[in-house]
């Protein structure tokens, strides 16, 4: 079975620039899961879906990131623009219950 | 505001020794799992804990929820180079209508050869 999928692994941008992230979740996941993580940090979660409804974005900088997941399968994740706080790994994952499978996270640096 | 709090937050320690790890919350959980991160990959579940006062093995780790399900510890025995990483709980069953899991922020262990 195939586990999540994401691209870019890397991506380094200069502040203000805009960069969005991609995720393809195990097939038949249902709930697709966004978080940040800052080195040495727990993973914190940015937005939650339910096949393609939000369920939970209370913690996602609305004024900078926007997410979506059309058609309940992948989800994108933008930032735009971005600032030197967001350098951070963006992690993906999805789960048909509480266990939750990640996708290996994309490291972004603001410059 | 529900938070899951981890001790140590480092810990270093030599090939062998054993070393116990720890998990808090406030809150009550329906499960609670524990994760490993190693560095460049996403977290990896290694368990999930149910039930009050539960205990659970793997291999050289052993993994205990509190009675009152509000907290867990990761004991592991004779700790080997491969177990570096970052160690997450994660707790479950907050949400109402949906799923709902928060993570600890980890405890980083490194296991010197």
């Known amino acids: 079975e195939a586990g999540v999928a994401q691209s870019p692994r890397y991506k380094i941008i200069e502040k203000r620039q805009s960069v969005a992230f991609w995720c393809n979740p195990i097939s038949g996941h249902a709930t697709l899961y966004w978080y940040q993580q800052i080195l040495g940090q727990g993973p914190k979660l940015l937005i939650q879906f339910q096949n393609n409804g939000v369920v939970d974005d209370s913690q996602l900088p609305k004024d900078r990131f926007s997410a979506e997941r059309l058609k309940g399968v992948d989800s994108t994740l933008k930032i735009q623009p971005a600032k030197l706080e967001d350098s951070a790994v963006y992690l993906c994952?999805?789960?048909?219950?509480?266990?939750?499978?990640f996708g290996p996270g994309t490291r972004l640096t603001v410059l | 505001t529900q938070l899951l709090e981890q001790s140590p937050q480092f810990l270093s320690i030599q090939e062998g020794e054993n070393l116990t790890v720890y998990c808090n919350s406030s809150?009550?959980?329906?499960?609670l799992q524990w994760y490993r991160q190693e560095p460049g990959e996403g977290p990896v579940l290694l368990v999930t804990?149910?039930?009050?006062?539960e205990v659970k093995k793997l291999k050289r780790l052993t993994f205990q929820f509190g009675d009152a399900r509000k907290d867990s510890s990761l004991h592991i025995t004779a700790a080997q180079p491969g177990d570096t990483g970052l160690y997450l709980c994660?707790?479950?069953?907050?949400?109402?209508?949906?799923?709902?899991?928060?993570f600890g922020p980890g405890t980083s262990l490194s296991v010197i050869p």
């Open positions: 994660a707790g479950a069953g907050l949400g109402t209508s949906y799923d709902k899991v928060i």
């Open positions: 804990v149910v039930t009050g006062g």
């Open positions: 994952a999805s789960s048909l219950g509480v266990t939750q499978y």
């Open positions: 809150s009550v959980f329906s499960s």
